[in-house]
């Protein structure tokens, strides 16, 4: 007998009962969507914190100061910069302000940088109107995007060459002045996105020379990036300054955060990935009951099947022929709502925002990466939208397993369906 009519004669059997097999398919459905949608956000997310790492550069290297008691300043600027395997140092301070301009305000990161010496580091930080501020321009201010553009504004916060003030309060013998300084807005950034450490698109940048001056800070940095010549030597570099300070710093290189974070993401997948798979097994378990069934109720079907030439090997194709059926059809369902699922679900979480890495998450995975703890800091990481990562290998993969679950659900049912006496089926009601 020929494989369509086999095929045929299952798809056939299936339409007959149409609500059991629907019911079935429903099982099918579950778990190969479950399958679809978990680890495609799984992937999305590593792949979405990866890429807000990367935006440092694969050879950087964030050092702050792990504790009050340890100040960063020129020295250690110069000591980390004579280390082999390091290309530059750039010193940052970072203060919380408010810039006012036209009668509007806002409350930004203001980060003093040699902001042409981070568009080094940061690849893809550009102005899209007039330039970066030189190191000791001591009145030029650069916007980041959101900045200029503020949600839900239609007109820009700040113009190129515009005045803004800087408002910050500052303790003076124990006494909280209010302090403004006026600035000449000289660039404004492009939309750079998301990104680890500093989130250049909520941040206002002016010269270190100038912040240090304006927050008296006494030549104390509140952190140090560092660049390394490669990402070879981004290791030895690391173990390079642990060694010169040990416990007073915090060290985190971004290779090295993307590789404890891949660890974990690759880890909760599997542990996902497992449950999404017991719901395809649990749906397994419900086909193989009412393929039992089945075979019950069609015993005299089966015996009027072996009468007319079919032999066991034809009886038990069409079982199994409808589990295939019942696993490819849920399957190819399954795949398309996890794919929906996994395009919707973003969108309900498009306002989340990922915590702050504290100072014990900090030191955590800068041990897990490098084998020692190196100090406490705190670090912020901006928010990200999660795009789901659905490849051809996880779609057919999950395709593949929902119909041969189905199957293997299907084969004692189908075996004992073709093992069936012809009389005796004949004979059933």
């Not at 395709?399 to 009389?423: K, Q």
């Amino acid at each position: 007998m020929r494989l369509l009519d086999l095929l045929s004669l299952s798809f056939e059997s299936l339409g007959e009962r149409k609500l059991r097999a629907s019911l079935t398919i429903l099982g099918i459905v579950i778990g190969s969507s479950l399958i679809v949608a978990l680890i495609s956000e799984t992937q999305g997310l590593s792949q979405g914190i990866a890429e807000q790492i990367n935006k440092l550069g694969s050879t950087t290297i964030i050092v702050r100061s792990a504790s009050s008691s340890f100040k960063i300043t020129n020295v250690e600027v110069s000591r980390i910069g004579r280390v082999e395997g390091v290309s530059k140092v750039l010193p940052i301070i970072t203060r919380a302000v408010t810039l006012a301009s036209g009668g509007r305000s806002e409350r930004v990161s203001l980060i003093g940088v040699d902001s042409m010496a981070l568009a080094g580091v940061m690849p893809g930080l550009e102005t899209s109107e007039g330039s970066l501020v030189p190191p000791y321009d001591l009145t030029g201010m650069v916007l980041g995007y959101n900045v200029v553009n503020p949600a839900g504004s239609t007109t820009p916060f700040a113009r190129l060459n515009q005045p803004v003030t800087v408002e910050y309060t500052e303790v003076d013998e124990g006494k909280s002045v209010a302090v403004k300084r006026a600035f000449r807005i000289a660039g404004v950034l492009q939309q750079f996105g998301a990104s680890a450490f500093v989130s250049v698109d909520d941040s206002a940048l002016i010269s270190v020379s100038k912040a240090s001056s304006l927050f008296k800070t006494g030549g104390v940095f509140d952190g140090l990036i560092v660049v390394a010549t490669n990402p070879e030597t981004v290791p030895s570099v690391t173990d390079a300054i642990a060694a010169i300070y040990g416990d007073d710093v915090l060290v985190i290189a971004a290779q090295q955060i993307i590789e404890v974070i891949g660890t974990i993401t690759s880890t909760i997948q599997l542990f996902l990935g497992i449950i999404a798979g017991v719901a395809l097994v649990v749906s397994g378990v419900g086909i193989a009951n009412i393929m039992f069934v089945s075979v019950y109720e069609r015993r005299r079907e089966i015996g009027v099947l072996k009468s007319i030439g079919f032999k066991n090997l034809h009886v038990m194709a069409v079982f199994l022929g409808e589990a295939a059926f019942i696993g490819a059809i849920g399957g190819v369902a399954g795949l398309a709502t996890g794919t929906l699922v996994s395009y919707t679900l973003p969108l309900l979480l498009a306002g989340f925002q990922p915590p702050q890495i504290s100072p014990s998450t900090a030191r955590s995975l800068a041990t897990a990466a490098h084998g020692q703890s190196l100090g406490s800091s705190q670090t912020q990481m901006g928010s990200f939208a999660i795009t789901p990562v659905i490849t051809s290998e996880l779609l057919l993969f999950t395709l593949a397993f929902s119909v041969a679950i189905s199957m293997l659900a299907g084969l004692y049912p189908a075996w004992r369906a073709s093992r069936l006496d012809p009389v005796e089926a004949l004979r059933a009601e």
